[in-house]
């Protein structure tokens, strides 16, 4: 087998061609998502699978978020019902231990997510940290994200940021709620408040979190443990059935108000 020969330079610039390619499509979306998290995935792929442009905005050099860390960095995480369709539905292999309840192994479910998510048509960008919101006024709504090299600001560089715009924004960054936090500091007058997650509470905390999952301000929304924080919700531990159903309703919610708009333009 004789393997194509390609020079340095060539590699380079074909790198370079098609990432710039990438940004200049990608810096106008209809949505993004800031975190490539179980709730975030599950977003993307909704989002993606309906038509809508979708990019996420991942820190890390890789997907999954907490899910990779399994419970105490044990391998399996646990799954309950609805949220087992979903996952059936793009291929995750689930252990029954009783009627509703499974087993999931953590490496698959981050695996088989990003897959449906990409294959949806979403882009995920690794490395890339949301350090801000852009916003309009009258009325006031958030339209967009600045965002920079994480490796940047792990070197306490100061760098300007570029920008990206989106007509919806959505905070999947887990416990900190980074985007809302810093949105909820800039501007006050979206009126946020986040007073912090409670201690663990997980019979009612799956329900919780999917039904306040939502819009916090005009453009700008929360899913999965993002909405334990902004919402005072009690937390729930190595169980990810509500950040599944969370970013699936998230999805649901932007879909309705995007389509809506298109259709009255």
Avoid at 148 to 161: F, S, Y
Avoid at 162 to 188: C, M, Q
Avoid at 195 to 211: D, F, N, R, W
């Amino acid at each position: 087998m004789n393997v194509k020969q390609v020079d340095e330079t060539k590699i380079t610039r074909y790198i370079l061609r098609a990432t710039f390619e990438d940004w200049m499509d990608f810096s106008v979306n209809d949505v993004v998502i800031v975190g490539a998290g179980p709730s975030g995935l599950s977003a993307a792929y909704y989002l993606a699978k309906s038509g809508l442009k979708t990019t996420v905005f991942e820190r890390r050099l890789s997907f999954g978020g907490g899910i990779g860390g399994g419970a105490m960095l044990f391998h399996k995480i646990i799954i309950e019902s609805p949220a087992d369709e979903i996952l059936r539905g793009i291929g995750v292999r689930l252990h029954k231990f009783e009627e509703g309840v499974y087993a999931v192994d953590s490496a698959e479910l981050m695996a088989k997510l990003a897959t449906a998510a990409i294959d949806a048509g979403a882009k995920i960008i690794h490395g890339v940290t949301v350090d801000d919101v852009i916003f309009r006024e009258n009325p006031l709504r958030v339209t967009g994200v600045a965002v920079e090299w994480t490796a940047t600001q792990m070197a306490a560089l100061h760098v300007d940021p570029l920008f990206i715009s989106a007509r919806a924004v959505v905070d999947a960054t887990g416990h900190d709620a980074e985007v809302i936090s810093v949105a909820s500091r800039k501007l006050p007058e979206l009126g946020i408040a986040i007073p912090g997650e409670k201690s663990a509470y997980s019979e009612i905390a799956e329900q919780l979190t999917v039904e306040q999952t939502g819009e916090v301000a005009p453009g700008l929304y929360a899913t999965g443990m993002a909405v334990t924080e902004i919402k005072a919700l009690p937390r729930m531990g190595p169980i990810f059935g509500a950040m599944i159903l969370s970013g699936k309703r998230v999805a649901e919610d932007i879909i309705a108000k995007l389509n809506v708009k298109i259709h009255n333009t």
